[in-house]
C-alpha cells in the first residue's frame, strides 16, 4: 500500500499570503489530521477530518483551515500568514474516526517557510 | 489538563547499549491511550505502539519493550542493543478528550536518541 502523501514538500512564502497544503491518505483510510510542528512549540493537533467533516480541532486561529474531499484526501489553508507559521507540517491518516485513541500513519510533511 | 512529559531532551549511547527513554504522564480520564512514535530525520513520524489505560502488560517487540506503570503514570520505552539506526526523536503520546467527546493527541516534546558506532 502507498502511505501518506504530501504535497508540496517545501515551500516558501512571503507574510501576509495564504498558502494551501495538499495530503493523500492512505487508500482505505478515512480520517485524516494535521499537525504542526515547531521547535518552539513541539507537536501539535491543528484538526480531524472524518468523511469530509471536521470531527475535532485543536487551539489554532481562524487563519488556519482545512477540508476533506469525497476521496479522503485533504487540503489545508492558511491564510494572512505570520513569520509564526514556519514550521513542518504533518498530515496522518487512520481508518476510522477518533484518530487521538488509533494508530495513525504520518506523511514526511510539508516545510513552510516564511519570510 | 492532560500533559505528557519526556524529561530527557537528548540522549547519546554507543551501540550495542541499551536505552531507556521516559514518559511520564497527567490526566483525569480513566480511559485513555498512549502511543510512542518515531521521528527520524526524513520527518515522517512512525507509530511504533499504542496501549490502552486497562492494558498494563509490559509488551516486548523484538529489540523494542514498554512498560506501563499506572501507579506511577509511566510508560518507558527500551531498545536494547542500540543499533545506530535507532537515532530519531521519539514521542511519546497521550490521548486527551475534548468536551465534544472526542479525542486528539497530545504530544511530549520528545527525546532526541543518537547512536554511535
Known amino acids: 500500500k502507498a502511505g501518506v502523501t504530501q504535497t508540496p514538500r517545501y515551500l516558501i512564502k512571503t507574510r501576509g499570503q495564504q498558502v494551501t497544503l495538499s495530503c493523500s491518505p492512505i487508500s482505505g483510510h478515512r480520517s485524516v489530521s494535521w499537525y504542526q510542528q515547531t521547535p518552539g512549540q513541539g507537536l501539535q493537533f491543528l484538526f480531524e477530518?472524518?468523511?469530509?467533516?471536521?470531527?475535532n480541532k485543536g487551539n489554532f486561529p481562524g487563519r488556519f483551515s482545512g477540508r476533506q474531499f469525497s476521496n479522503s484526501r485533504s487540503e489545508m489553508n492558511v491564510s494572512t500568514l505570520e513569520l509564526g507559521d514556519s514550521a513542518l507540517y504533518l498530515c496522518a491518516s487512520s481508518y476510522q474516526a477518533g484518530a487521538g485513541t488509533r494508530e495513525q500513519y504520518f506523511g514526511p510533511g510539508t516545510r513552510l517557510t516564511v519570510t | 489538563a492532560q500533559k505528557v512529559t519526556q524529561a530527557q531532551t537528548e540522549i547519546s549511547v554507543v551501540e550495542k547499549e541499551d536505552v531507556t527513554l521516559d514518559c511520564v504522564y497527567e490526566?483525569?480520564?480513566?480511559?485513555?491511550?498512549l502511543f510512542w512514535y518515531k521521528q527520524p530525520p526524513s520527518g515522517e513520524l512512525v507509530f511504533l505502539i499504542r496501549?490502552?489505560?486497562?492494558?498494563?502488560q509490559n509488551e516486548i517487540s523484538g529489540r523494542y519493550s514498554w512498560n506501563f506503570q499506572k501507579s506511577t503514570s509511566s510508560f518507558n520505552f527500551t531498545i536494547t542493543a542500540s543499533q545506530v539506526v535507532d537515532s530519531a526523536v521519539y514521542f511519546c503520546?497521550?490521548?486527551?478528550?475534548?468536551?465534544?467527546?472526542?479525542?486528539?493527541?497530545?504530544f511530549g516534546t520528545g527525546t532526541r536518541l543518537k547512536v554511535l558506532a
Open positions: 490526566t483525569r480520564d480513566t480511559t485513555y491511550y
Open positions: 477530518y472524518f468523511s469530509e467533516t471536521q470531527r
Open positions: 503520546a497521550l490521548s486527551e478528550t475534548a468536551t465534544s467527546g472526542t479525542y486528539k493527541y497530545i
Open positions: 496501549r490502552n489505560s486497562f492494558d498494563e
